[in-house]
């Protein structure tokens, strides 16, 4: 399996909702990254998780929590989000933090109402 | 923190004809620059990669070229067709002696279109 699972690939929630993204990856990579993708703007990170650690937060608001609850898996979770939050979200992994060569999952479509 | 610049930002090619993206980047500390390719909709798709110890890379139609010195690299793509219109990325990453380590910091893409 050499791919990045996201899911869901569509998901519209109002402002006072809460739900989350999930990432999976069962190819033993040991880094996975959060990216945020506005339309025609290039991937900005969110977060960098290595070995189930938190290792770079960009200022994220604390709205956005992510979770890496063991080495395949992360999670955002998402609470309390405003309109301009709406974006496409990318989760990436990595053999280990800074490796080379990412690979990306298709991206959850985020959209909020 | 690293800053990518990326130029054109549009270009139209005739098939068959080349295509060259220049990126440009500020940490010297960055050693691995990727480009990327994403289609409408779709997820952004490594297409080369080149480490700072290697000066040029190729594969098949696409080549990378990497000047240390000057802080540029760009990407060459050969022979265009009409699939290689797409939006590409170039980005930069530090290594482990930076904080930003592991942190890709993109340009702000180029919008090929190739005309049959």
């Known amino acids: 399996d050499t791919e990045v699972t996201q899911t869901p690939k569509h998901l519209v929630m109002g402002m006072t909702n809460k739900k989350s993204l999930k990432c999976e990856q069962h190819?033993?990579?040991?880094?996975m990254y959060w990216y945020k993708q506005k339309a025609k703007k290039p991937p900005e990170l969110m977060f960098v998780?290595?070995?189930?650690?938190?290792?770079i937060n960009e200022s994220v608001p604390s709205r956005f929590s992510p979770e890496c609850p063991n080495s395949s898996l992360l999670n955002l979770h998402l609470h309390a989000l405003q309109p301009e939050d709406s974006a496409l979200y990318l989760c990436?992994?990595?053999?280990?933090?800074?490796?080379?060569?990412?690979?990306f999952g298709s991206g959850t479509r985020l959209t909020v109402v | 923190g690293e800053n990518v610049e990326q130029h054109p930002s549009t270009l139209s090619v005739q098939e068959g004809d080349s295509a060259v993206i220049k990126c440009t980047y500020s940490?010297?500390?960055?050693?691995?620059f990727p480009w990327y390719k994403q289609e409408l909709g779709k997820r952004p798709q490594l297409i080369i990669d080149?480490?700072?110890?290697?000066g040029e890379k190729k594969d098949q139609r696409i080549a990378v070229t990497l000047n240390k010195t000057a802080k540029h690299f760009s990407l060459h793509i050969t022979e265009t067709q009409p699939e290689d219109s797409a939006v590409y990325f170039c980005?930069?990453?530090?290594?482990?002696?930076?904080?930003?380590?592991?942190?890709?910091?993109f340009g702000a893409g180029t919008q090929v279109v190739v005309t049959p």
């Open positions: 990436a992994s990595s053999q280990d933090r800074g490796d080379y060569g990412y690979t």
């Open positions: 190819m033993g990579h040991r880094a």
């Open positions: 980005a930069a990453s530090s290594g482990k002696a930076t904080d930003s380590w592991g942190k890709l910091q």
């Open positions: 080149i480490r700072s110890n290697v």
């Open positions: 940490d010297s500390a960055s050693n691995y």
């Open positions: 998780y290595s070995y189930e650690k938190l290792s």
